[in-house]
């Protein structure tokens, strides 16, 4: 989901050089990920790129030696999980006071911006100590000093690590299937108030699964404790200092992008990496013609234009 001030340069400049940032640290992640499964003998069993595996089947063990990577391939598990955690979220955000959620919710995304930073310096061979050192470090300054700069560039580690590790895992057609599921999801909760609501919540705990975009550039060093950013969603379109990004709108694509990149190789992924950049684009001026600055799902228009590029790869490997 993106809300923003207006179709000014600089928020849709950053939001572009943010997504074009993920994806290009997406891309040198999944290249080393192959040999560092190698290296460490972790067994990924085949899975063909047209699959689209509803539930967990069977799989082939692992040769002698190699140690079996998780089963989290299948369509269906993955769908659930989402739901259940929109779901319970929700539940909890409404019953429970952000006050009494603000120091747990600080901590579960304090340790989330952990694992994506361990887990990208593990697959670049920095020893597991090392690396669980310095993503701690870096995990504990997110809570102690939540900046701006600080918040996003985590938030770009996590999401890259999320479709590095899970893009291996599942299938291409597995994850568009998943992402199109998604923007549904994501057109309806904007639509109904939803999203907004659930944002406007987590952000006055000053936690938020989003990039956040300062309107100058001198904001980008402002804490995300600030009222500015607490009282986000309070405030006219207009009267806005920042524009939020939603982080599934950044995920997802590199998902999308990882898995293709397993299932069909390195050319492939980069048109489908490059079509969804387009539905970025795309969303922000359906924002700017239409809709005046309101928030707007990012999402589908990204899925369109990643279903698009998957057929085309679809076409030609075929």
Do not use: C
Request: glycine letters at 6%; zero cysteines.
């Amino acid at each position: 989901m993106t809300t923003k001030r207006r179709a000014q340069l600089s928020p849709v400049y950053w939001s572009i050089i943010i997504f074009i940032i993920a994806q290009m640290l997406t891309f040198l992640v999944v290249i080393r990920e192959s040999e560092f499964l190698e290296v460490k003998h972790i067994y990924v069993p085949p899975v063909p790129p047209e699959a689209v595996v509803i539930w967990p089947q069977p799989v082939q063990p692992a040769p002698p030696g190699e140690t079996q990577a998780p089963d989290v391939g299948s369509l269906g598990p993955i769908v659930i999980y989402f739901a259940a955690v929109v779901i319970v979220l929700g539940i909890v955000l409404f019953i429970v006071p952000v006050s009494a959620l603000k120091l747990i919710l600080r901590i579960v995304f304090g340790l989330l911006f952990t694992w994506g930073i361990f887990i990208i310096l593990y697959i670049f061979m920095v020893p597991a100590i090392p690396s669980f050192i310095l993503a701690a470090a870096v995990g504990i300054s997110w809570i102690v000093i939540p900046r701006v700069w600080l918040h996003d560039s985590v938030m770009i580690l996590a999401m890259v690590s999320l479709g590095a590790v899970f893009g291996r895992l599942i299938s291409p057609w597995t994850a568009m299937i998943l992402i199109l599921a998604l923007a549904v999801y994501d057109f309806l909760a904007v639509r109904f108030g939803y999203m907004v609501w659930m944002v406007k919540k987590l952000s006055e705990s000053s936690t938020l699964p989003a990039f956040v975009i300062p309107r100058n550039a001198a904001e980008w060093s402002s804490s995300l404790k600030e009222p500015a950013f607490t009282g986000l969603v309070d405030e006219k379109p207009g009267d806005r200092d920042y524009s939020i990004l939603g982080g599934g709108d950044i995920g997802f694509p590199l998902l999308l992008v990882s898995s293709v990149y397993f299932g069909y190789g390195f050319g492939n992924a980069l048109l489908v990496s490059v079509f969804s950049l387009f539905g970025l684009i795309g969303a922000y001026w359906i924002q700017a013609t239409f809709l005046k600055g309101k928030p707007i799902p990012a999402l589908p228009p990204i899925a369109v234009m990643s279903l698009v590029a998957l057929l085309i790869v679809r076409y030609i490997s075929a």
